[in-house]
């Protein structure tokens, strides 16, 4: 079998979100796999149904989400974690693209909360929906993270960069 190298353009998407939450409580809830599989991957119409996180630099990921009648499998490398302030990761899920996508979350200070700002490098085709799934899974955050009575998050900005 011979997989085809993904040459298609590439643009970057940016989701910038405040939170109510101290930049740790954010930062970590990528990290645990019992909090992230709440909300990391989990779409509307999908759950997770298996979650592994090897949390250190040269560690990995890997999630299993079910929608409506299949699979998506993602996985993924960290490259850098700065606690609490950065996380970047590598992003694969084969049924969007054959490539290793980057993704960097930064947590910014912000009075008692503080500000998420997520980027992702994706195929210019993929950025609507790389975008919207982004911003449901941290109104997801945001939900988890207020249920538990302490904070609530801002609305989300979206910027899209342009492409390289």
């Known amino acids: 079998m011979i997989i085809a190298m993904d040459t298609g353009e590439r643009m970057t998407v940016r989701v910038t979100r405040r939170f109510a939450a101290a930049p740790q409580r954010v930062f970590d809830a990528w990290l645990d796999a019992k909090t992230a599989g709440k909300w990391l991957f989990a779409t509307a119409s999908g759950r997770s149904e298996c979650v ?6 040269g560690g990995w990921f890997y999630i299993v989400e079910r929608r409506d009648n299949e699979t998506v499998d ?3 490398e960290y490259i850098e974690l700065v606690r609490p302030r950065r996380l970047v990761f590598t992003l694969f899920a084969e049924k969007y693209s054959l490539q290793f996508e980057r993704v960097t979350v930064v947590l910014a200070p912000l009075g008692a909360g503080c500000e998420l700002e997520l980027t992702q490098e994706t195929r210019t085709e993929l950025a609507p929906r790389v975008r919207r799934c982004w911003i449901e ?3 997801r955050l945001a939900a988890i993270l207020e249920a538990s009575g302490r904070d609530v998050a801002a609305p989300p900005e ?4 342009g492409r390289r």
């Open 52 to 57: 592994e996180i090897d949390a250190r630099a």
């Open 158 to 161: 979206v910027r899209v960069a």
């Open 74 to 76: 993602h996985v993924g």
């Open 137 to 139: 899974m941290l109104d």
